[in-house]
């Protein structure tokens, strides 16, 4: 019986063709990306710590001052006491949410702020401020109201240049409809609505109802200016009125489309 023949004798188990590198090539790279992927591996854990310690741990990347922009009655000194950034911690950890409700909160007469980091080891705060669009009277003192009805602040002295809210809605006609919380808000509508020019004449907004809201102007004018509806038009006809008749003491804008001035 023949034996086998040398290409029979020479070939190993598992490789058709008889070359044994065939059969040992796939373990051959196994073998060489074990290394490289746990060269990989490392390098990973090691590109992760380093950047968690320059975020957290270095000297380099740590809160080293606050800067202020925005105040106008508020200083920044008190502002930035009341955010209460924390001087050298990691700038990363810096709660800037935390720090705006805490301003908000603290700070009424903030209407907005943002908290930014500013790297490398700053904080900024821009603050916005709200400014008054009427005044209330009570107790000898003046609160400060802004343009959306918010009641920010109280003044022993009215500040300049803002007028003052008379409620007298004590008629049935003003209270049984109309709380004054409601009329409150009406009058501070008409006040974001006077034209500039007006606004900045206007001594005070007299509310008797939803609808007999009327303004007191420097040297004895007056203004009926009705609701608060149409405020847009109202302004127009203002100022057409204010143009066409400078020498009347007494407008009538509630109905836009028929505005009307008398008096002397």
């Known amino acids: 019986?023949?034996?086998?023949?040398?290409?029979?004798?020479?070939?190993?188990?598992?490789?058709?063709?008889?070359?044994?590198?065939?059969?040992?090539?796939?373990?051959?790279?196994?073998?060489?990306?074990?290394?490289?992927?746990?060269?990989?591996?490392?390098?990973?854990v090691l590109l992760a710590a380093g950047v968690i310690w320059l975020l957290y741990g270095?000297?380099?990347?740590?809160?080293?001052?606050?800067?202020?922009?925005?105040?106008?009655?508020?200083?920044?000194?008190?502002?930035?006491?009341?955010?209460?950034?924390?001087?050298?911690?990691?700038?990363?950890?810096?709660?800037?949410?935390?720090?705006?409700a805490r301003l908000r909160r603290e700070l009424p007469r903030i209407d907005r702020v943002e908290v930014d980091r500013s790297w490398p080891n700053g904080v900024r705060l821009e603050v916005v401020e709200r400014k008054p669009a009427l005044l209330i009277k009570e107790n000898g003192k003046f609160i400060e109201m802004d343009v959306k009805g918010v009641r920010f602040a109280t003044a022993d002295q009215a500040p300049k240049g803002v007028p003052l809210l008379e409620l007298t809605a004590g008629q049935p006609a003003g209270t049984q409809r109309f709380p004054a919380a409601r009329l409150t808000l009406e009058a501070v509508r008409v006040r974001g609505e006077l034209p500039a020019a007006v606004a900045k004449d206007t001594k005070a907004v007299r509310v008797r109802s939803y609808d007999s809201i009327s303004l007191e102007l420097t040297g004895g004018r007056t203004v009926m200016w009705g609701s608060g509806e149409d405020g847009p038009a109202k302004a127009r006809a203002l100022t057409a009125l204010l143009k066409a008749a400078p020498k009347a003491g007494h407008f009538d804008v509630s109905a836009p489309t028929a505005p009307a001035a008398a008096g002397s």
Not at 24 to 38: E, H, I, Q, V
Not at 73 to 79: F, I, N
């Open 1 to 44: 019986m023949a034996g086998p023949t040398t290409a029979e004798h020479g070939a190993r188990p598992g490789s058709e063709s008889g070359h044994p590198e065939e059969a040992d090539g796939p373990r051959r790279r196994f073998r060489l990306a074990r290394p490289r992927r746990l060269i990989a591996l490392i390098a990973a």
């Open 58 to 100: 270095s000297p380099w990347l740590r809160v080293g001052g606050v800067s202020t922009t925005g105040t106008e009655v508020l200083t920044a000194s008190r502002v930035e006491s009341v955010a209460a950034v924390p001087l050298g911690a990691p700038l990363i950890s810096v709660d800037t949410d935390a720090i705006e």
